[in-house]
């Protein structure tokens, strides 16, 4: 299947996200 | 065997899942695989990257840790034990950083690897993170110590992905020289 690749950015940016808590 | 990890709607699911593992090591060796196996503890799992921050933002910072605790972030299914039969074939980078540099190097390493950045397929089985002193040492684990061509990506991201100056050394070991 697909991989699923995610750069630091996007990855930085769900750092604060509602469900990160 | 743990049950299955759940991934809420909105949640961004990762390609693998993860287990961070600590362990608090000592300066005696221990006497037998099963001795260490025993001293290992799974603090959290991670599905998604929401479910990795929410594990990594309750973790003290490496750089306050004492020296010789480890972290592993491992795939699921994964034992991080040379002895594990997804590791026993395989090796390690090692890194050695200063305490000023390891904070920053271990959350840009667990984020390439959760983010697939080393683009080797399964090859990466985990990252681990020793503290030790007077420097820290950040490793990347492998599948397959003759894989040279994997090996030589990782190498190349982890440089990429830390910022390494050129002056800094990145040794790769196979296990089984830690084995014997």
């Known amino acids: 299947g697909t991989r699923i690749i995610y750069e630091r950015a996007f990855l930085m940016n769900l750092k604060n996200s509602p469900l990160s808590r | 065997k743990l049950p299955a990890l759940e ?4 949640e961004h699911k990762l390609q693998y899942n993860y287990c961070l593992w ?3 090591g000592s300066m005696t060796k221990f006497k037998s695989p099963n001795d260490y196996s025993k001293s290992l503890h799974c603090i959290g799992r991670c599905a998604s990257v929401e479910q990795f921050w929410s594990l990594y933002c309750h973790l003290v910072r490496p750089s306050t840790l004492k020296p010789y605790r ?4 491992f795939k699921s299914g994964i034992k991080p034990m040379w002895e ?6 395989g090796g390690k980078w090692v890194i050695r950083l200063r305490k000023t540099k390891i904070d920053r190097a271990w959350e840009n390493a667990c984020m390439a690897m959760l983010g697939e950045q080393f683009l080797v397929g399964p090859e990466i089985c985990g990252i681990v993170l020793s503290t ?4 820290d040492l950040l490793c990347v684990w492998n599948r397959t110590s003759t894989d040279q061509s994997s090996i030589n990506r990782i190498r190349d991201t982890l440089r990429r992905v830390l910022n390494l100056p050129p002056n800094v050394a ?3 070991k196979p296990h089984c020289d830690c084995l014997k």
């Open chain 2, 84 to 89: 594990d039969p997804s590791n026993v074939k």
């Open chain 2, 70 to 73: 480890e972290l592993h972030l």
């Open chain 2, 22 to 24: 600590y362990h608090k």
């Open chain 2, 7 to 10: 991934i809420s709607p909105g």
């Open chain 2, 132 to 135: 030790r002193f007077p420097e």
């Open chain 2, 170 to 172: 990145v040794d790769y």
